[in-house]
């Protein structure tokens, strides 16, 4: 009885540890290392008990359960995802038991025999387990640095669930009828292949899964950007609708002027004077600055200068003309503006800040070179990664302007450079633009 309890207690130890490793290197925590680290404990003290009826088809089920139960809980996995995840781990386990045991059985036929049988246990437990967990480590290891909350999914992974759970079944079908009968030896060699077979099916169908799981991020992402361009042009074509609105007022002015006039020859001087009133505070008299000959342009240009302006931060443009003509409405709102929003972003917390942006059109050549300086206390990069970080609240939520801008630039067959000075305190950014004729 003790050896049995010393087998047990060795198998799932190592199996939690995996378990570990696993949701550690692919999924996004949702409690605390102390939580996580508890629960994982208690739940596999549970399955080490249980675990002492030594009932194969009640161990792998509460297997599953402690597993999705753990997932579920403590990362952040929508329902279905926490069961795919436990039955591709029971999945792989159990085809590592069952390679290990059909290829000891092959060679040594009187492996599992009463003599010795503790320390041919104590080996097997070994052996298969060494193998599980490589089969861990290589599927985190090309996995490293994706963490993913599983938010993002479809239907189809409702599908693939059915896989692991019927290579479990056909697992211990093979356990069982192993264990009630001798097998012939080409009927041994096809029990090792099954379960080659059917641990490699797994791995694929874990791999179908998490590229699926990337795609559907992406398009969701990409879903993201084009929203948010289609929003802003949206934006920007009312405030050129409102510029046009001013320019029709101007034009008619003489009207008004004459409709002042008559009523100053009747004397009228309270219409007179609410009629001025109302002229005053219509909004499309208020002012808009020219700041190049691209309306789009200038209608965004004109919103930063007065955010500048309120957050007193110094706004430059030198913008040569029709160097902005060549890109699309949706492309210019989308670069221009997350350009400005950044650089915003930086020198908003800083005193005496500036943001200077040049454009330019090389000699000579189809190249418009955009140049964006601003104001940055510090740099903007990760020490670790190289990364571009904000300072916004959810960071995790951010970085699709960055995405935006290079997605820009490549559509136009650019290039795009940024760095930091740390003499001048200032972030750089350089663009350039082909103009396909």
Same mark, same amino acid.
């Given at each position: ?197 059917? !641990?490699? *099916? ?5 791999? +179908?899964?998490?590229?699926?799981? =990337? $795609? @559907?991020?992406?398009?969701? &992402? ?16 009312? !405030?050129? *609708? ?5 320019? +029709?007022?101007?034009?008619?002015? =003489? $009207? @008004?002027?004459?409709?002042? &006039? ?16 109302? !002229? ?7 002012? +808009? ?149």
């Amino acid at each position: 009885m003790m050896k049995n309890v010393i087998c047990y207690f060795l198998c799932f130890l190592v199996e939690s540890v995996i378990l570990w490793q696993y949701a550690s290197h692919l999924f996004i925590p949702a409690h605390t290392l102390k939580q996580r680290l508890t629960l994982l404990l208690s739940l596999y003290a549970i399955l080490f008990t249980v675990s002492l009826f030594d009932i194969k088809w009640l161990n792998m089920g509460l297997y599953i359960l402690a597993n999705f139960f753990f997932l579920f809980t403590q990362y952040r996995l929508r329902c279905h995802s926490a069961i795919f995840h436990s039955a591709i781990l029971a999945a792989v386990m159990g085809m590592c038991e069952l390679i290990v045991y059909s290829v000891v059985g092959h060679f040594t036929p009187y492996f599992f025999s009463q003599a010795g049988y503790f320390y041919n246990k104590l080996l097997f437990i070994i052996f298969s387990k060494i193998l599980f967990f490589s089969v861990i480590c290589i599927l985190t290891h090309f996995l490293k640095g994706q963490k993913h909350c599983s938010q993002f999914y479809n239907n189809s992974m409702l599908l693939l669930v059915f896989i692991p759970f019927t290579a479990i079944f056909i697992m211990l079908t093979f356990v069982s009828i192993s264990d009630s009968c001798i097998l012939t030896p080409a009927q041994d060699w096809m029990f090792s292949l099954s379960a080659v077979f059917l !641990l490699t *099916a797994n791995l694929f169908v874990f791999g +179908i899964n998490q590229y699926n799981q =990337k $795609k @559907h991020s992406e398009f969701t &992402e990409m879903q993201l950007l084009l929203q948010k361009e289609t929003d802003s042009t949206e934006y920007y074509k009312m !405030l050129l *609708a409102q510029n046009e609105n001013q320019s +029709i007022l101007i034009h008619d002015i =003489k $009207k @008004h002027l004459q409709s002042i &006039e008559l009523l100053n020859e009747r004397k009228d001087h309270v219409k007179i004077n609410e009629y001025i009133r109302q !002229l005053m505070l219509s909004s499309d008299l208020r002012e +808009i600055s020219r700041t190049c000959d691209h309306e789009l342009l200038n209608a965004i240009l004109s919103r930063y200068k007065r955010q500048c302006n309120e957050k007193r931060v110094s706004f430059l443009t030198d913008i040569r003309s029709e160097t902005t003509d060549f890109i699309a409405d949706n492309d210019l709102t989308s670069l221009f503006c997350n350009l400005l929003d950044n650089a915003l972003e930086a020198a908003g917390n800083v005193q005496n800040s500036f943001i200077e942006i040049n454009i330019r059109k090389r000699e000579k050549t189809p190249f418009v070179v955009i140049t964006v300086i601003n104001s940055c206390r510090v740099t903007p990069y990760t020490a670790q990664s190289g990364n571009l970080i904000t300072n916004k609240p959810n960071r995790h939520k951010h970085g699709f302007g960055i995405k935006s801008i290079r997605k820009i630039v490549s559509k136009y067959n650019g290039d795009i450079q940024m760095y930091y000075n740390n003499e001048t305190l200032t972030f750089h950014t350089i663009i350039i633009l082909k103009h396909s004729v």
